[in-house]
């Protein structure tokens, strides 16, 4: 089946510290890929995604490659700020006779001064 | 632009009580979602609409769960009876299509906490 698996939280990493969050999937196809993050006591947004293998999408400094052979879309930051704190969910669209959308557990960083 | 609405916020009610959460898409967007999130999950997508019909309700617990969108505007989530399982939030979102293509843009939610 589908499924998306995301490394476990919460991470907890200093200010300027590099981040990664790990993503991996399984998909019958070619699915699209995405990230979403949910900011204390707001709602869901898109912060990239990537719709074929080999692409990167990048936005706010993050960024994250599609692996295709690896099945793999792992989020990273060069630097992190205390505003990146916030709830990482990465999630996929694969296309059956619909477009399915799966998200992941999320994970929780959490970025100290 | 204005978001996509939900309304209410929160509801609390006792289990076997019944309960209604409306959505009001950004205006103009075909496809409508609404997802679960129970804490510390991700969001499970329970339905989805195109205009006015159902594309996937595979993950609907149709036992007590329904949900219509009259009109192809906006919509409304149903359970009756509640459980206490069915604690989450529901969450709308809308798209202008449906696809990878096309952004999802959420609403805030409304957090539901069935005693």
């Known amino acids: 089946g589908n499924s998306v698996t995301q490394m476990e939280g919460p991470v907890t990493l200093s200010e300027e510290a590099f981040l990664t969050i790990n993503c991996t999937y399984t998909?019958?196809?070619?699915?699209?890929l995405f990230w979403y993050v949910q900011y204390p006591g707001e709602g869901l947004q898109l912060l990239l995604k990537a719709t074929k293998a080999d692409d990167k999408g990048s936005n706010k400094g993050f960024e994250a490659t599609y692996r295709k052979e690896t099945t793999s879309f792992h989020l990273e930051k060069g630097s992190v700020q205390v505003s990146d704190s916030a709830v990482y969910f990465c999630a996929l669209i694969v296309k059956t006779s619909y477009d399915k959308v799966i998200f992941g557990p999320g994970t929780s960083l959490s970025v100290i001064p | 632009e204005a978001g996509v609405a939900q309304s209410p916020r929160y509801k609390i009610i006792e289990k076997r009580q019944s309960v209604a959460f409306w959505c009001n898409p950004i205006s103009g967007h075909a496809t409508l979602y609404w997802y679960q999130q129970i804490l510390g999950q991700g969001p499970k997508l329970l339905i989805q609409?195109?205009?006015?019909?159902?594309?996937?309700d595979s993950q609907l617990p149709k036992d007590r769960f329904s949900a219509e969108r009259l009109k192809g505007v906006d919509s409304t989530l149903k359970i009756q009876p509640a459980k206490l399982e069915d604690s989450a939030v529901y969450l709308c979102?809308?798209?202008?299509?449906?696809?990878?293509?096309?952004?999802?843009?959420f609403g805030p939610g409304t957090r539901l906490t069935v005693t």
């Open positions: 998909a019958t196809g070619y699915p699209s």
């Open positions: 979102a809308s798209s202008l299509e449906s696809g990878s293509s096309y952004e999802q843009y």
């Open positions: 609409f195109q205009n006015n019909g159902v594309v996937d």
